[in-house]
C-alpha cells in the first residue's frame, strides 16, 4: 500500500504492546481495510477494546469466510459481555461453518437463555440440527422462529426443506407457499417447493418452479441439473424434451462440473439417442467413484450404465435423488448477509452460507424503504438480499391505522453506530435511508 493511500485512509492504528490493544479509528468504514487492520493486529497478538468491537470484527471475518478467527473474536466479545445473546448467535455460526454443530447449538441455545425471542438464533439451532440429521428439533426450532416473526420467507423454506426429508410433500409445498408468498422474488423458494413438487410426481408445476428459480438466478447450476432430469428420464413422457435436456445439463456442468451433472447429461444423451456418448460419459463417472471407493453411490451410477449399454434410456420414478437446497442461514448481521454458505439461508439455507434475525427491542436499524405496498417492499428486499445484505421485513402499523411495510437492516447497539452504517450504506448504494429504533415506526 503506497503512502499516498494511507494518507488518504486519514486513521491511525496504535499499538499498545503492554496491554496488547489495537485501537481502530472510526473513520475506517472500507470493510476490507478493516478486515485488513484487524488481521495485522490480530496475528500481533493485539485485539480490539470493547465487546462491540469484537463483534463488528468477528462479523467482518465471518463474512471473509475466515470462520476460526471469528469465533474467537466472538469468544472475546462474550468475555467482555457474558450477556451479549448477538455474540453467542454469531459464534454458533462461526462454529456451525466450521463442521463444529454440537458446539454451534450450544452457543445458539445460551443466546436464547439469554434472549428467548431472539429468532434469529432459533432459526439458526434450527439450522443446525437439520444439519445433525434432528429433524422433529429442526421442525419446533423453525416453527417457533416463525411465531416470533411469520415475514420471513427463509424460515418457511428451511421449514419446507425438513418436511421433504420427513416425506410430508404436502406439508413442504404448504411452506414453500408461504416463502413464495411473503417474496415472490425469492430464488430458493422457488427451487424448494420445485424440489418437492419433483418428489410429490407434479412434473409441470416443478418444470415450472425450476425455470422461474432460474429467471431469478440464471446461474444456478441446480436448477439446470434438475430441470435436465425431468426432461431426460420423467416416467410422463409428455414433459420429456431430450435436445432441451442436452442444453441444460451441458450448461450446469458449464458452471459446475461434478459427477452428478455428468449423470444427468448421460441421462439427456440417452433421451435423444446417444448411446455410445452415455456410456463414455458414465464410465468416467463410475471410474471416478470407484476411485473416491463411494460403494452407496457407485451401485446406482453402474445401473445407468447398463442400461445405456443396453441402448434404452432412463427412467426414473422420482428426481429427488439428492438434498434439497437449504436457503443461507439467515443471521443476525449488523450490514451484510454471510455470503451463503449454503446455507441454511442461503447458512438457507445460507449454508454456507448459508444468516435477517435482528433482535429489535432495544436496538437501533437502518430503514432502507417504507411502502404501504408489500410488493414494493417484497422488491426492495429482493435488491438488498441479491447485494448480500441482512433485508428483512417488518410490519407495523401507525397511529391512523395504516399498515406500513418496513425494509430494514442491522441491528446496532448505540444510535451513532447505526448512523455511521447508515452513511457508508448510503454512499455506498446511492439509497436514502434513515436510522430507526427497533421495533418501531
Request: aromatic letters at 10%.
Amino acid at each position: 500500500m503506497t503512502g499516498s493511500a494511507l494518507d488518504r485512509i486519514e486513521c491511525i492504528i496504535c499499538l499498545h504492546v503492554k496491554d496488547t490493544r489495537c485501537w481502530i479509528l472510526d473513520k475506517v468504514q472500507d470493510v476490507k481495510l478493516r478486515l485488513f487492520i484487524f488481521l495485522i493486529c490480530f496475528f500481533l497478538g493485539s485485539v480490539p477494546a470493547g465487546a462491540e468491537d469484537w463483534y463488528q470484527q468477528g462479523f467482518e471475518l465471518l463474512k471473509a469466510h475466515q470462520f476460526e478467527a471469528a469465533a474467537k473474536a466472538f469468544d472475546s466479545a462474550i468475555k467482555e459481555n457474558p450477556r451479549d445473546a448477538k455474540a453467542y448467535n454469531q459464534r454458533g455460526v462461526a462454529l456451525a461453518n466450521m463442521g463444529h454443530l454440537d458446539q454451534a447449538v450450544a452457543s445458539y441455545t445460551k443466546a436464547l437463555e439469554i434472549d428467548s425471542n431472539l429468532y434469529g438464533a432459533v432459526n439458526n439451532r434450527g439450522s443446525a440440527f437439520y444439519r445433525k440429521g434432528d429433524y422433529d428439533l429442526a421442525i419446533s426450532d423453525f416453527s417457533r422462529a416463525i411465531e416470533l416473526n411469520p415475514y420471513l420467507e427463509v424460515t418457511y423454506s428451511n421449514r419446507g426443506i425438513v418436511w421433504i426429508k420427513k416425506g410430508q410433500m404436502k406439508r413442504a409445498i404448504s411452506d414453500f407457499d408461504k416463502a413464495v408468498e411473503i417474496n415472490p422474488y425469492s430464488y430458493e423458494a422457488h427451487y424448494n417447493r420445485g424440489t418437492a413438487h419433483a418428489s410429490n410426481g407434479s412434473w409441470g408445476l416443478s418444470i415450472k418452479d425450476f425455470s422461474k428459480a432460474l429467471d431469478l438466478n440464471p446461474k444456478s447450476y441446480g436448477a439446470y441439473d434438475r430441470l435436465a432430469r425431468i426432461l431426460a428420464s420423467c416416467p410422463d413422457g409428455s414433459y420429456r424434451n431430450g435436445e432441451q435436456a442436452v442444453k441444460y445439463a451441458k450448461k450446469a456442468m458449464e458452471i459446475n462440473p461434478d459427477n452428478r451433472h455428468l449423470d444427468t447429461l448421460a441421462m439427456a444423451l440417452a433421451e435423444v439417442g446417444r448411446f455410445e456418448d452415455a456410456v463414455y460419459v458414465m464410465e468416467r463417472v463410475v471410474s471416478t467413484l470407484a476411485d473416491q471407493k463411494d460403494v452407496e453411490d457407485i451401485q446406482d451410477y453402474k445401473s445407468r450404465l447398463n442400461t445405456y449399454k443396453d441402448g434404452k434410456p432412463w427412467r426414473e420414478k422420482s428426481v429427488e435423488s439428492e438434498q434439497p437446497r437449504r436457503s443461507a442461514v439467515k443471521t443476525e448481521q449488523p450490514q451484510k448477509q454471510i455470503a451463503k454458505t449454503e446455507r441454511p439461508q442461503k447458512q438457507v439455507a445460507g449454508t454456507q452460507q448459508p444468516q435477517k434475525q435482528v433482535a429489535e427491542k432495544t436496538t437501533f436499524t437502518i430503514q432502507v424503504g417504507a411502502f404501504l405496498e408489500r410488493e414494493n417492499a417484497v422488491k426492495r428486499m429482493a435488491l438488498l438480499t441479491r447485494k448480500e445484505y441482512d433485508a428483512r421485513l417488518v410490519v407495523l402499523t401507525d397511529a391512523k391505522g395504516r399498515v406500513w411495510h418496513l425494509v430494514r437492516i442491522g441491528s446496532y447497539d448505540s444510535e451513532a453506530s447505526a448512523k455511521a452504517a447508515a452513511q457508508t450504506f448510503s454512499k455506498k448504494e446511492k439509497i436514502k435511508v434513515s436510522v430507526r429504533p427497533g421495533g418501531k415506526l
